[in-house]
C-alpha cells in the first residue's frame, strides 16, 4: 500500500450521523457531540456549538486516544474503548466508533457520567453501522473523487505566490 | 489519509514535517504561522516542555482556498525529533498524506539526520505505507551556517534514490526545483528515483514556502 486509504462521506451519511446524534444528545442530557477522524480531522459537530477552536480540539482528541491506545497496549489491553475526562464543571466522554473515528461527548452538571455512558453505548453501535457502510464503498468514493482536483495546481501556485 | 467531506465541502490533508531534534521543524511551522494570513490558518498548537522541546507535535491547520468549491484545508505537524520519543513520534505519522524531511545541514549532524530518516522509514514500514510512493520532499535546512555540508554530500547520504520498478514510471523527469537535475533517471541502466529536495534557511524563512508549496502540490496531484 504506497499510503492510507481516503475516504469520503456525503450529505445523506450526515444527516444519518446527525440524526443519531442529535438522539443521543436529548436521551442523555449532554451538550454537544464531535466526530473526529482518528488522524484528528473533525468529521462532524451536533449540539451546541462549542466556544473553543474545534481543529485544534480534533487533533488533540486524536492524539489523546492514540497515546491512550498505546499505554493500553503497555499494561496488557487491546484498547481503551472509552476515557473518560472529569473536570469539576464540564467533562468529556471519547468512544471509538468503527476503529477509525472518535466520538466525543461534551457535558455538564446536567448530565451524569453514567447515563452518558449507557447511551454512548448505543449510539456508537448505530454509527459502527454508517461508518462501516461508508467505509466499505470506498471504490464509489474514489470514483467521485476522480477530476474533483484537475486544475489544482494552479491554484496552489496562486496562494503561494 | 485524506479526508474529503461532501456534506460541509472540505477536503483536509495531513502533513508532517518529519527530522532529527534541533533541525528546525517547529521553526518551518511558526514560519508559515506568520507569514499566512489569520483569516486562512488557525491557532497554532505546541506541546512543547519548558525548554521549547517538541514533546509531542506541534499543529498548525492551513486553508489553501477553495478549489472545485471545497475548501482545502492542510493540517501540518512537527514531531518530536529526539531519539526517545519515537513512540508519540510514530502515532503522528498515523494517516499521514505527506511528508517533509527537515535535514540538518551541518556536518556534525549528518549521524542524526541518517537516524532519523532510518527511523521514519522504518515507522511507515510499519504502518505499511511506502515512502517511495507517497508524496515526500527534503529540505536541506540551516544553509547559511559556515560548517553546512555540501548538497551533493547531503544528497549521497539522505536522498541515494530507490529503484524505479513501474514501468510506467520509467521515464525521465525533470526536478522543477534544480534545472539539469532529474527526479527520475536512468543510471547504469537502472532506472532510480530521488525525493525533490530544497535548500531552506527556516529562521529566515528562506525556503520554507518553496518546501511546502512543492509537497502541497504533490499531495493534491494524489488526489486528483
Redesign the interface.
Known sequence: MAGAASWSFNENDFKQIQTHLLAFLRDSNARCALLVDRNGQLVATVGETPQFDPTAFASLTAADFSANDQLAKMIGEAEFASLVHQGEKESMYLADVAKRVILVVLFDQRATLGLVKLKAKSVVGELNKVFEEMFNRVGTGQAQQKGLLEGAEDEIDKLFG | ????????RE??C?LVYYGPGLGGKTTNLEHIYGKVSPNTR??M?S?ATETERTL??D?L?VD??T??G?K?RF?L?TVPGQVYYN??RK??L????GIVFVADSQIERMEANVESMQNLYDNMAE????LT??PFAIQYNKRDLPNAAPIKDLQASLNPGWPIEDATRQKQTPDPAHPGENLVDKIGGEWVGHAPYHEAVAVRGDGV?DT??AV??MV?????
Do not use: C, E, Q, W
Not at chain 2, 489519509?1 to 460541509?8: Q, V
Not at chain 2, 504502518?127 to 511506502?130: A, L, N, R, S, T
Not at chain 2, 493534491?220 to 486528483?224: C, D, E, P
Open positions: 489519509m485524506s479526508m474529503i467531506n461532501y456534506a460541509s477536503i483536509n495531513k488557525g491557532k498548537i506541546l509531542f507535535f499543529f491547520p489553501l482556498g478549489i472545485r471545497f482545502t493540517h505537524y513512540a508519540s502515532l503522528i498515523k494517516g499521514v498524506d504502518y505499511g505505507y511506502d510512493r507517497i514556502f511546502l508549496k502541497s502540490k493534491l496531484k494524489t488526489l486528483s
